[in-house]
């Protein structure tokens, strides 16, 4: 195996900023709609704790006119129960506020299903969740 020298690694970090750069450029709507493409449910994440751009551009958004994509938008949405092994449906539900009311989840158990919906971890309760339908994406006042 051939070793990748530190010139060789500098220029890969050149050209990758160069191509981010270019992706930046296009604009919020550009970034989201590659960000979900890529990262799918948990695309925000990929952003937090950082100062990224689009953290100003949701905030300054959601101060306007609402959820950018996030929990107002994701409440509504339906969502697959599968099990794991066969990865068949077993249940479909009307929304997470359904789940929690039926399950008599508390909050901390709601927050973690919400985290199982968005990517962060495989599994809760021995199930699969996924949204049933896909994201409602609201960008400067479009759906």
């Known amino acids: 195996m051939k070793k990748i ?15 981010l750069d270019y992706i930046l450029a296009q604009g919020p709507e550009y970034v989201i709609e590659l960000a979900i493409k890529y990262y799918g449910e948990g695309w925000m994440q ?6 990224h751009y689009l953290q100003t551009e949701r905030m300054r958004y959601n101060a306007k006119n609402g959820a950018l994509v996030g929990a107002k938008t994701n409440r509504n949405r339906r969502v ?13 539900w009307e929304n997470v506020n359904v789940i929690t009311s039926e399950l008599g989840l508390k909050k901390t158990q709601e927050q973690t299903l919400i985290g199982v919906l968005r990517g962060r971890m ?8 996924k949204f049933a339908d896909e994201p409602k994406i609201i960008i400067y006042g479009e759906e």
């Open 46 to 51: 990929v952003f937090e704790g950082e100062e």
């Open 122 to 129: 495989d599994s809760y309760m021995g199930y699969e969740w």
């Open 80 to 92: 697959n129960q599968i099990n794991k092994t066969t990865k068949e449906v077993i249940r479909e």
């Open 5 to 19: 020298t530190e010139e060789q690694i500098e220029e890969i970090k050149r050209i990758n900023r160069e191509k």
